[in-house]
C-alpha cells in the first residue's frame, strides 16, 4: 500500500524558515551577553588574578600544558595551539591519558592550565594532585572557585555564571565559547606583553595562505630587466615601448640619480589620449608619487596597499630607487589574494 506524505505549504516553510532565525538569535544572544558578562568580570574581579596567571606563564622555563575534559577539553586543545603559535610554548594533555602515564611529560618547569566549567571534573583530580605533590603551578579555569580544583590551584580564573544557549541550559555552549575567549585573552595578552611580532609569527606559519601573507616582499617581487623603467624626458612612444616589452601595465619614471619620480599606468594612457600623445615627454602623462613598497615589508602589507588603493601593481623601492615589482597576480600565484 502507497503511504501518502502531505505536501509543506509555502507558508509552513517560512514559518520554519522564521523559527531557525530566531533561535539562531537567541543563541547569539545569549552568548554575546556571556561575553560581555566575562569582559566586565575582567575589568573587575576578574583582572588580578588574570594578571598572576599571564606573569606565572611568563615566568615559567617549561611549557604551559592545558588539559580539560569533555567539551573543556575541545577548547583547552585550542588554546594550547593558540598559545603554541603566539610564542608561548604549550601541550594539550588530555587528563584521561595522563592517569595511564601521560603525566610523565609533565615537568616540574611546566605550569598546567586546566578547564573544568564545574571545577569537579573526575578526571582531573590526578592532574591536580600531581601538580600539588611536585609543587608545579596550577592555574584553574572554572566557574566555581569553591570546587576542588578552585581551592587547589595557584591562581583560579573564576568565569561569571551565566546561562547556556542550549533551551535546556545544559549544552556547553555559552560556556565554551567564555573559556575560549579567555584564553585567547590570555594568549594575545602574553604575545604583546612579549613584544612577538609579525616576523615571530611566521616562524610557526610558513604554510598556506597565512604563511604566504607573512612572507616579505623580496620574496616575490621581480627585478633586474623585468622592472620597466624610463628616465624623464623619455618621449611617450618608448614608454609604451617598455610598458608593452615588460607586460606589468606600467612603466616607472626615474631621474638622473635613479630616484623614482613618478609612473605611467595603462590608466594614465587612457586618460591622456590624444592625438600627441606618443610625441609627448613622460612627466606631462606621469602620476607622481606613486604607490610603493619596501622589499622588507610583509607581503600582506603590499595586498592591504593594493586593495586599499585599488591599483593592481606596485613598485618596489629601496632608499628611493626602484628595485622591483610587484602585481596582484604575483600575490595570486603566491597563495595570498
Known sequence: MTSLRRVETEAERRERGRALIDSARRTLETEASGIAALL????????????????MIRAARGR????????????????AATLASTGTPAYFVHPGEASHGDLGVITGDDVIMALSWSGETSELKDLIDYSRRFRIGLIGVTANAESTLGRSSDVVLTL????????????????????????DALAIALLESRGFTAV??????????????????????????????????TPMAQAVVEMTAKGAGCVGIVDADGRLV?????????????????TRPVEAVMTRDPKTVRPDQLVSEALELLNAS???????????????????????????A
Do not use: W, Y
Not at 604551559?64 to 588554546?79: L, Q, Y
Not at 598556506?208 to 620574496?219: I, M, P, S, T
Not at 606596485?314 to 597563495?335: T, Y
Open 160 to 183: 561569571p555564571q551565566v546561562r547556556e544557549a542550549c533551551p535546556h541550559n545544559l549544552a556547553p555552549t555559552t560556556s565554551s565559547l567564555m573559556q575560549l575567549a579567555l584564553g
Open 200 to 233: 615571530d609569527f611566521r616562524i610557526f606559519h610558513p604554510g598556506g595562505r597565512l604563511g604566504a601573507l607573512l612572507n616579505f616582499v623580496r620574496d616575490i617581487m621581480h627585478t633586474g630587466d623585468a622592472v620597466p623603467l624610463v628616465r624623464l624626458g
Open 40 to 55: 566586565a568580570s575582567v575589568r573587575d574581579e576578574l583582572g588580578p588574578p588574570f594578571v598572576a596567571a599571564a606573569e
Open 310 to 336: 585599488r591599483i593592481t601593481v606596485l613598485l618596489v623601492v629601496d632608499a628611493g630607487r626602484p628595485v622591483g615589482i610587484v602585481h596582484f597576480h604575483d600575490l595570486l600565484r603566491a597563495g595570498v
Open 64 to 79: 604551559i600544558i592545558v588539559t580539560g575534559m569533555g567539551k573543556s577539553g575541545h577548547i583547552a586543545r585550542k588554546i
Open 262 to 278: 613618478g609612473i605611467i599606468t595603462d590608466g594614465d594612457l587612457r586618460r591622456h589620449l590624444a592625438a600627441d600623445l606618443l
